[in-house]
C-alpha cells in the first residue's frame, strides 16, 4: 500500500493553500515559518529573503508522521469537548431563559395593568441577551467544526501517507498539520478560558413602592463561570469546614428525620425529602425549614423547573410522582403521575424523568408517558437505587445497594462501567454537580466519594465517619454557597461540607 498514490482529495486537501483556494502550495517562507502558494509570495512574502521551493529544498527531509498524527488526535479529542460544552452551553441559555421568564411573570402577578410596558422592556432585554449569547456560540461551535473537520481531514491525510515514499507531500502534511495544530491550539486557548453564559432575572424588591422610577422590572444578569471549572468534572472537591444542622420541625421531636432526598431550586434555596416523617421541607440559608407540605415520600426528589421539584412517593401500594411547587416562599403540592411499578429514585434532565424501581431504570416524559425501560436488573434486593444525569445527558449513574456498585450506563441504558471499592458500601444516593462531579453515598461505609466522570475510578473520599457521616443516604451540591449537602438515615441532623 506504501506504493499506492494518494487520493485526489487528500491530495487535494493538502496542496490547497488555505487562502487562495484555487493554488497549490509550492513553496516555504523561512522567514515566516509558513507554506505558500505562488500568489502567497506575491502578494505577501516578496520582500522575504528565503522563500524555498518544497521540492528542491525538503526533497530528503524526514517528517514523524506520527507523532503529527498522534498531536492531531489530541487536539481534536480537546475539540470535541469544547464542541460538547458549547452544546451544552446553548441548552444553559435556553433553560435559564425559561426559568427565568417564569420568575419575570411571577413578579408580574404581583402588579397591575401599568406594568405591561415594564414586562415589555423587560422582556426584550432578556431576548436581545439571549440572541446575542446564542450567537456567540454558534460562531464558536462553527469555528470548532471546521477546525475538527481539517483535522479529520489531516489526519486521515497522514494515515495514508504513513509508509509512503513521498517526502513532498510528507513535508507538506507536517507543516500544513503543525499550522492547523497551531490554529487549534489558539481557538482552545481562547474559548476554554471563556465563560459559560446562562441567564438570571433579579428581581427589584422596591418595585411597588417606586413603581414609576424604574425603566423594567428587574435586572438580567448573565452569571458567568469559567470553562476551565465548569467543564472539569474530574476535579477534585477539597472539603475546607464541615459543619452539622438540625433541621427537626419545632414540637416534632418524636419523630426523627430521614432525609433520603435533597435538592437546590430558585434562589438556591434548598428542598429536602424526608422519608420518616413523610414531608418535604423547604430549607432558608441558615438551614432552618420555612416551609413544608405533606408527602408519602418513597424516595429520592429532583428539580424540574426554577420553582418545581418532582418527588417519588406511595400510598400503600399506589405508586407516583408528585410535583410540588414554590410560590411566594411557600410550598405548594401540584399534579401527580400514578406510575405501574415501585417509585425510588428519581432524576430530571432536559424534559424527561429517570425514574428506577430498585430493579429496574425508566424513562418517561414529564406527562408521565413511559418513553423506555432503560435497565433491569432483577437478581433480587435493591439492584437499580437512586439515579443521577450527567450535564450533558450522556451518562446515567445507578447506585447498586446489593453489590455495593456504581453503575454507569450510557443514555439509551447501556451498561458502561461498574465501579466498586471498599469505600463505599451498600451505595445508595447519587449526585451529579453542574460541573459534573460524581458523588456516591456509601451507607454501611459512612462515605461519600468522588468518581470520575466514566464511572471507572475513585478521585477521593470527600467525607468519612470522623467528618460526622452515620448512614449517609443522599448528597446535593450548592453552587452558590460552595457546599455539599448530607442527608442521614433517620438523623435530624445534615451535615454541609464546604468546599
Known amino acids: 500500500m506504501s506504493k499506492w498514490p494518494l487520493t485526489k482529495n487528500v491530495e487535494d486537501f493538502l496542496q490547497k493553500c488555505d487562502i487562495h483556494k484555487e493554488n497549490k502550495l509550492e513553496m516555504l517562507c523561512q522567514d515566516h515559518s509558513q507554506l505558500c ?9 516578496r520582500e522575504c529573503t528565503s522563500v524555498t521551493l518544497i521540492s528542491e529544498r525538503f526533497q530528503d527531509q524526514p517528517n514523524d508522521l506520527q507523532q503529527l498524527f498522534d498531536k492531531v488526535n489530541t487536539i481534536r479529542e480537546e475539540l470535541n469537548k469544547l464542541h460538547s460544552f458549547r452544546e451544552g452551553s446553548i441548552q444553559s441559555v435556553e433553560v435559564s431563559y425559561t426559568e427565568r421568564l417564569q420568575e419575570i411573570r411571577e413578579v408580574r402577578q404581583k402588579l397591575n395593568a401599568a406594568l405591561d410596558a415594564l414586562e415589555k422592556t423587560t422582556l426584550k432585554e432578556l431576548d436581545d441577551l439571549r440572541t446575542s449569547l446564542k450567537t456567540q456560540l454558534h460562531t ?18 497522514v494515515l495514508e501517507l504513513c509508509g509512503k515514499n513521498n517526502p513532498d507531500m510528507s513535508f507538506i502534511a507536517n507543516r500544513k498539520g503543525m499550522d492547523k495544530i497551531k490554529q487549534s491550539e489558539g481557538f482552545l486557548k481562547e474559548n476554554w478560558v471563556k465563560v459559560a453564559s446562562t441567564l438570571s432575572f433579579q428581581d427589584n424588591t422596591y418595585i411597588e413602592q417606586y413603581l414609576f422610577k424604574h425603566l423594567v422590572l ?32 419545632p414540637n416534632d421531636s418524636e419523630t426523627t428525620s430521614n432525609i433520603i432526598g435533597i435538592c437546590v431550586i430558585s434562589c438556591d434555596k434548598l428542598i429536602v425529602a424526608d422519608g420518616s416523617c413523610q414531608m418535604v421541607n423547604l430549607l432558608d440559608n ?28 406511595a400510598e400503600g401500594k399506589t405508586y407516583g410522582i408528585q410535583f410540588i411547587s414554590l410560590h411566594s416562599g ?14 425510588d429514585g428519581i432524576a430530571h434532565h432536559d424534559g424527561h424523568l429517570y425514574v428506577t424501581s430498585r430493579s429496574a431504570l ?10 423506555k425501560k432503560l435497565y433491569e436488573d432483577l437478581s433480587g434486593g435493591i439492584t437499580v437505587g437512586q439515579c443521577a444525569v450527567s450535564p450533558t445527558g450522556d451518562k446515567i449513574y445507578v447506585t447498586d445497594y446489593n453489590r455495593h456498585q456504581l453503575l454507569t450506563l450510557s443514555r439509551d441504558g447501556t451498561l458502561l462501567s461498574t465501579f466498586t471499592d471498599h469505600e463505599l458500601q451498600n451505595s445508595l444516593g447519587v449526585h451529579v454537580t453542574p460541573a459534573g462531579q460524581v458523588l456516591v453515598c456509601g451507607y454501611s461505609s459512612n462515605t461519600i466519594i468522588q468518581v470520575d466522570e466514566e464511572g471507572k475510578r475513585k478521585l477521593g473520599t470527600i467525607a468519612k465517619q470522623k467528618d ?15 457546599s455539599v449537602i448530607v ?13
Request: charged content about 20%; glycine content about 6%.
Open 362 to 371: 425508566y424513562k418517561y416524559s414529564l406527562t408521565g408517558e413511559l418513553e
Open 468 to 482: 460526622g457521616l452515620n448512614g449517609p443516604v443522599s448528597v446535593c451540591s450548592n453552587s452558590a454557597t460552595n
Open 140 to 157: 464558536d461551535l462553527e469555528n470548532c467544526n471546521k477546525l475538527m473537520e481539517d483535522l479529520n481531514k489531516l489526519s486521515e491525510a
Open 218 to 249: 428587574g435586572k438580567i444578569v448573565q452569571r458567568a463561570q469559567s470553562l476551565t471549572a465548569l467543564g472539569n468534572p474530574n476535579q477534585v472537591l477539597n472539603v475546607k469546614q464541615t459543619k452539622e444542622y438540625d433541621i427537626g420541625i
Open 330 to 343: 411557600k410550598l405548594l403540592k401540584g399534579r401527580r403521575l400514578e406510575l405501574r411499578h415501585l417509585c
Open 37 to 45: 502558494c505562488t500568489k502567497c509570495v506575491l502578494l505577501q512574502h
Open 487 to 499: 442527608g442521614q438515615y433517620y438523623q435530624t441532623k445534615i451535615i454541609v461540607l464546604e468546599v
Open 286 to 313: 441558615h438551614y432552618k425549614v420555612i416551609s413544608h407540605c405533606d408527602v408519602r415520600v418513597s424516595g429520592d426528589i429532583c428539580q424540574i423547573s426554577a420553582s418545581e421539584v418532582a418527588v417519588t412517593a
